[in-house]
């Protein structure tokens, strides 16, 4: 078979690829660089091609996504055979540190004192909130949202827990309800904290009715999709006095423009879509081991983990990589 990879694979990787491929041939290329012609040839495909270019991958028979999401992969542009599957599980630790650190800043007014000190001002900026005694929802129950429950636990608070057709519990998780019961939760938190695929029943799933039914002093933070929140009725809301502050690591549109009104709300946080990707080495060895863990399962007629089921555009739950699992922990 042809393996296309297109993850940046460092030495170590390319010998440990090699093992696993023996007698496959093997082309080593990027998003940015890789040709029509590479991706034609592909029998598998290890990262994620360019979308926009589906024609050129119709001989593909499996394609492991390097991400979580699968934006561009699941409307129907993949030939119907091909098997696809992402990394769901490798990006939990990254992203929920992100989030706890956007939580953190936000509760102890460490942006504004970030501000004072651009401005040489020796200001108290007075009374903070605490997650100890707090109240977290947390809205997508996947490795990311179990993540960032564990850290919110860990530090005292209580966590609500938010899926879209399951209210079977989760570690680390105090209720669980499925999103039919979300405007009676949204009153009870002190923290949203969204981490939600890009689908139809997620667009829009905070809109201008439910950032009102918040708390006037909770927080709000989305690492998910961008769509996720109306940003212009959360501008319009926080400029208000609703809602102590939103931490957004994504936005509608990204990238956000350069005048866009969102940049100068108060006590919003803005990051450009880092808390995934590899800015955290770990999250990158996270990745190579279930592409390999699939490639060998795949060559191998093993069992595939986070195999997508192309209906829901969600993993299938009983493919679902849980990565202690995975490294034999």
Known sequence: MNILVLIPAREHHK????????????????????????????????????????????????????????DGFTDG??????????????????????????????????????????????????????IAGSTALIIGLGDIGEEYAKRIKALGGYTIGVRRSSCKGAPFIDEMYTTDKLDTL??????????????????????????????????????????????????????????????????????LGENDRLWDIPNVLITPHVSGGYQLYETF???????????DSFLNGGTLLNVVDMSTKYVKPETKAHFDKLIGK
């Open 15 to 70: 010998k440990e690829l090699e093992k696993l491929a023996i007698g496959h041939e093997i082309v080593y290329s990027s998003i940015e660089s890789v040709s029509d012609e590479m991706l034609s040839k592909a029998d598998i495909i290890i990262g994620n091609p360019p979308s926009a270019r589906a024609q050129h991958f119709q001989n593909a028979k499996l394609i492991q996504l390097a991400s979580a999401g699968t």
């Open 77 to 130: 542009r993949l030939n119907k055979d091909t098997i696809l599957t992402n990394c769901t599980g490798a990006y939990g630790l990254a992203m929920s540190e992100h989030m706890l650190a956007v939580t953190l800043q936000l509760m102890k007014n460490l942006n504004k004192y970030q501000d004072n000190q651009r401005h040489h001002v020796w200001q108290n900026m007075g009374a903070t909130k605490g």
């Open 186 to 255: 949204l009153p009870r938190a002190d923290i949203v904290a969204l981490s939600l695929p890009r689908t139809a029943l997620t667009h829009h799933i905070i809109d201008r009715e439910r950032l009102k039914l918040m708390k006037s002093d909770a927080i709000i933070i989305n690492v998910g999709r961008g769509d996720a929140i109306d940003i212009p009725a959360l501008c319009d809301v926080m400029e208000n006095g609703h809602l102590l502050g939103a931490g957004l690591d994504v936005t509608d549109p990204e990238p």
């Open 285 to 295: 060895e996270r990745v190579a081991s279930i592409c390999f863990k699939n490639l």
